[in-house]
């Protein structure tokens, strides 16, 4: 029950972690997460969509294609000075990863040229970089390496035999191809799926199994629950369960127990205690901050709340470390009504982040 790091995983297996009853699942998952991770500690990442609409892809829940009517303007690519004013705000915030979205095929090599310039500009500013671009050659993979891209997301969405049925214009193996290209060029791959566009629990179990049977598991997973946007073909998708998504996110830890768990899209529609429950599964990251990519997400304020009513703080990556020591000069507190620290939220009598990573 330490969670072992495996590669083998059947779909039955997985399955039957899903058939579990909950305190079983729930007390393993918990069980899994503590041997690996800090258990009051949760990663924030913050979205900016660079290019937003006009998408040849057909995925079915997007609302970023260019097929489906969602009233979303098409909009060029964002100014460098936008975007490192975006990521700075984000990092005051107390966001520590910046991920930069944007509605492509595949980027062409102008589009690549821009968001390495992109990339420079947030690392520069002490944050971890991320971004998804769509498909990817071994070569652009490399260049955006070489620009110092820590992360790159790109979604299995679903299990390959669910697939078919919500994307017809790129294959689940051009997926894998550019997680293997994103892989083998060094980067830190985030990558998972969409719970609600009316698969079954097998698929979820299969998409897992996918994720899990990599050569290498993903450093980030992100669970994302569909947002139903008017316009798409899923728009009129049935709620899901609450308890099953929340065993999505269980099973997640269990069969990848050293990924972060993205608690992603679909939290603006969560109580707060449907995402304590997900934390308690094994949720160790959020995506913060007002928007995602085109649709919305908890405000900064209801997160905080959040967070500190669970007592639960940021987590601050082992790598930007150097960024804490800027608070070096100060000796260890704890937070209280001097403390400016605006990244972690202000529980009194919690230990202060930025000077407990030195
Ligand atoms: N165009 C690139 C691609 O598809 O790889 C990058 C951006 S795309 C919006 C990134 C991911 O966002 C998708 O793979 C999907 O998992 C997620 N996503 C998009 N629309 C969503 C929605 N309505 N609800 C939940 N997740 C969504
Ligand atoms: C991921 O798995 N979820 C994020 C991120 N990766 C890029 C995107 C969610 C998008 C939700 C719909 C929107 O805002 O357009
Ligand atoms: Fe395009 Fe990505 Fe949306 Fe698919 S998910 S339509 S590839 S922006």
Same mark, same amino acid.
């Given at each position: 029950m330490g969670g072992i790091v495996r590669h083998d995983w059947q779909v039955s297996e997985v399955e039957a972690l899903f058939a579990l009853p909950f305190a079983d699942l729930m007390f393993q998952a918990q069980s899994t997460h503590r041997a690996h991770h800090s258990p009051n500690a949760v990663q924030m990442s913050t979205l900016l969509s660079i290019k937003t609409g006009a998408c040849p892809e057909d995925c079915a829940y997007c609302p970023q294609s260019v097929r489906y009517d969602t009233g979303l303007e098409r909009e060029r690519l964002v100014p460098l000075d936008e975007v490192r004013k975006s990521a700075q705000a984000a990092k005051d915030a107390g966001a520590t990863r910046f991920c930069m979205g944007a509605a492509w095929r595949s980027p062409k090599k102008k589009d690549v040229d821009a968001v390495v310039a992109m990339i420079r500009e947030v690392r520069a500013l002490g944050m971890e970089t991320c971004a998804t671009l769509g498909m990817l050659t071994p070569a652009q993979a490399h260049e955006l390496k070489d620009a110092g891209l820590d992360y790159y997301n790109h979604n299995v969405d679903t299990s390959p035999e669910f697939y078919g049925e919500?994307?017809?214009?790129?294959?689940?193996?051009?997926?894998?191809?550019? *997680?293997?290209a994103v892989r083998d060029a060094g980067l830190n791959v985030c990558c998972g799926g969409i719970v609600g566009m009316g698969e079954?629990?097998?698929?979820? /179990?299969?998409?897992? /199994?996918?994720? /899990?049977?990599?050569?290498?598991?993903?450093?980030?997973?992100?669970?994302?629950? *569909?947002?139903?946007?008017?316009?798409?073909?899923? /728009?009129?998708?049935?709620?899901?369960?609450?308890?099953?998504?929340v065993r999505t996110i269980a099973v997640a830890r269990i069969v990848m127990p050293k990924a972060f768990v993205r608690l992603s899209a679909g939290r603006e529609v969560m109580s707060d205690e449907l995402q304590s429950l997900c934390f308690l599964a094994g949720a160790n990251s959020i995506f913060y901050g007002e928007k995602l990519l085109t649709t919305g997400n908890p405000d900064v304020a209801r997160d905080r709340a959040l967070l500190t009513r669970l007592g639960i703080e940021p987590f601050t990556p082992p790598g930007l470390a150097a960024v804490a020591d800027a608070h070096a000069h100060e000796e260890p507190h704890v937070h209280g009504p001097g403390c400016s620290h605006a990244h972690a939220p202000a529980r009194p009598g919690a230990a202060c982040n930025a000077t407990r990573q030195r």
């Open positions: 919500i994307i017809t214009t790129r294959t689940y193996q051009d997926r894998l191809d550019t *997680l293997s079954t629990t097998r698929d979820r /179990a299969s998409m897992l /199994a996918t994720l /899990a049977n990599l050569p290498q598991h993903p450093e980030s997973v992100p669970i994302n629950q *569909l947002v139903r946007v008017p316009g798409t073909p899923l /728009a009129g998708q049935k709620d899901v369960d609450p308890f099953d998504f």
